[in-house]
């Protein structure tokens, strides 16, 4: 029934309306895995779907650089059906998948890579878990509707305990973590990272070193997570980095001196995971994101990319709530 009545706002011209009502606030879309088409992955963003996604953008949209469009904003000049990609982690199907297309289109993107991970000294402590759920041996924590709970519960641990908490549940599952990431779980290397600046259309941008959240170290941890992470990418790549991904990214997993770090070690910007839509004067360092997965169709593409969902939102804010 939800899918129809969709529809029925989409024949209807309700989503076309609320792109024009929308043209002043620009988009920027989260993105973190993607596969090959007919692979079973219900989070990864298939390239049929990425294509199609492209397609839409370029129809209705003007796509341009984080960078750029965070400028335009900052000016208040005025921006009009702006979209930036962005992509989180550093994971090599970004490479393998969705860059071909950026060539194609001729579409500017941000990459956010966690150094360590690239460096290959370990894999990303989220992707464990992810893996952990995957296998046929699996525990309590790990189900359908428990590995949220779980997430939510490792995100308020210190490294240290999170770290030991993961391997305590592998060793309940009588598992062993492999010491390199299985394949759709691979980093880039740095030679790919380069590849992809030099083409010009792919910026790289910091996610940490270790892909820690920052609420749950201490200030001097999370300096160094920004600052070492920052000079990593500029050695290797050969560009400066302008911009910041925040780990998880809710309003919980940061505190609000840590933004006036992230502004003191250099960068310019910084995103974070929590929906919304930017207008003229929007913070540069909270920068919100439209989330798309393997599960976003092409009609829940185009609700969120349109404003339908951003009215929808604004709506049901002014309305009474239960009590």
């Known amino acids: 029934m939800k899918k129809f009545v969709l529809r029925t706002l989409q024949t209807c011209g309700f989503f076309a309306c609320a792109r024009v009502m929308s ?49 335009e904003l900052d000016s208040g000049t005025g921006i009009r059906n702006a979209v930036a990609l962005t992509i989180d982690d550093g994971r090599r199907n970004f490479y393998e998948f969705f860059f071909p297309l950026l060539k194609e289109f001729g579409i500017p993107a941000t990459f956010y890579v966690v150094t360590s991970f690239i460096d290959g000294k370990d894999w990303i402590w989220t992707d464990k878990v992810l893996w952990l759920a995957q296998q046929k041996s699996t525990s309590e924590e790990l189900l359908p509707g428990k590995i949220n709970e779980f997430f939510t519960l490792l995100n308020r641990l210190s490294p240290q305990l999170r770290d030991q908490r993961i391997t305590d549940l592998a060793a309940r599952m009588k598992i062993s973590i492999p010491e390199l ?75 609000p001196n840590q933004i006036g770090q992230i502004r003191a070690a250099g960068y310019s910007s910084s995103v974070i995971a929590s929906f919304g839509m930017l207008g003229n004067g929007a913070d540069p360092y909270q920068i919100q994101r439209i989330g798309i997965s393997g599960k976003t169709d092409a009609l829940s593409f185009a609700k969120y990319l349109d404003g339908a969902e951003y009215y929808q939102q604004k709506l049901f804010r002014t309305l009474p709530q239960k009590s």
């Open 23 to 71: 043209a002043d606030r620009a988009r920027v879309l989260m993105y973190h895995d993607f596969c090959g088409d007919g692979e079973a992955d219900a989070t990864a963003v298939s390239i049929q779907n990425a294509r199609r996604q492209l397609e839409y953008l370029t129809r209705n949209f003007r796509v341009m650089p984080l960078r750029d469009l965070t400028e």
């Open 181 to 255: 990431p299985p394949q759709r779980f691979a980093p880039c290397s740095w030679a790919e990272l380069r590849e992809m600046v030099q083409s010009g259309l792919v910026e790289i941008g910091s996610h940490t070193l270790t892909h820690a959240i920052l609420s749950s170290i201490t200030d001097d941890q999370s300096w160094e997570e920004l600052t070492k992470s920052r000079a990593r990418i500029e050695e290797q790549v050969g560009q400066r980095v302008y911009s910041f991904c925040f780990p998880n990214g809710t309003l919980q997993d940061y505190r």
